[in-house]
């Protein structure tokens, strides 16, 4: 790195990896003395990048945060790390505005080597992905994520304007409790002063949202994550169903998501509540969890169990070659 724009562009790499630095631990890293180190600091400042030096015997070198990004310096492993996030973020719908992860990813491909980015290039071309963002939708405003958080974490009443999913608008007072990034979409919970109770919202159906003067505290326990599946979990559908697993929560856990059932240990095994628009759905699920179990309601979910037993014992039925197979049925 015999340039000096090199060891300015390298010192500036230094400062975004490191909190702080003194001038004797930067010289010895750029292989110069200490003159020219204060000579390269003054360099990225008149560059409008805000380095700050502290004076004293613990002093040094930093980056202070300033009201724009600075330059990032990214190794070749950094910018691999980068770039696969963001398209990783796109993919699954965990990024915000679309066309952020876009120009963000354009800017990196830009800048990086022609080798490195036709590898990168090709992991894009053949990586799959078995959850994805849910069709035609978008994600939430950056600025509506970062208001949120921020309220959150500084336990801050906002007020916001939502649109339900049958497009009626609303105005609300909430205490943002949490965010939760949950089957390829952002949701926040917490205390809807409207409803007077714990409500979730999905972030791409918010419109505004301005923090208030109010402040709130988190009941004792509360757990977002757990609160929001739980909520989904329970959206009205046609059929209320309880079965009794004979079986453990922790192996239970491990075959049902959190957000098709709720469920509960009891002395006779666990409790599966849950809500379900197709009956014969749901007596699929539970023939494949591998462990007995009793049907409480509805009274219709035997008969649905019974014929899915009937259609698996005549498929069980037939023989190894031959047979003409019957005509195709759509699967409930």
Known sequence: MSHPAGRVLALLEVLQTRHRATAAELAGWLGVDERTVRRYAATLV???IPVTADRGRYGGYR????????PLMLTDDEAVAVLLGLVVAERVGLATE????ATALAKIRRVLPAALADRLAAV???LGFTLRRPEQERGPASGTLLTLASAARHRQRVALDYRSWRGERSHRELDPYGLVFHAG????TGHDHRRGEVRTFRLDRIGAVTPGEATFTVPDGFEAVAWVTRSLAGVPYQH???VLLETDLVAARRRIPPSVAELTATTDGVLLRARAESLPGMAALLSGLGCPFTVRQPEALRTAVAEHARRLAEWAARPAGGQTPSPRRPLD
């Open 124 to 126: 894009q071309e053949h």
């Open 98 to 101: 679309q066309p952020a992860t």
């Open 185 to 188: 979409r952002w949701y926040v």
């Open 240 to 242: 209320e169903v309880e």
């Open 46 to 48: 008149e560059l409008g």
């Open 63 to 70: 980056l202070h945060s300033g009201y724009k990004l600075p």
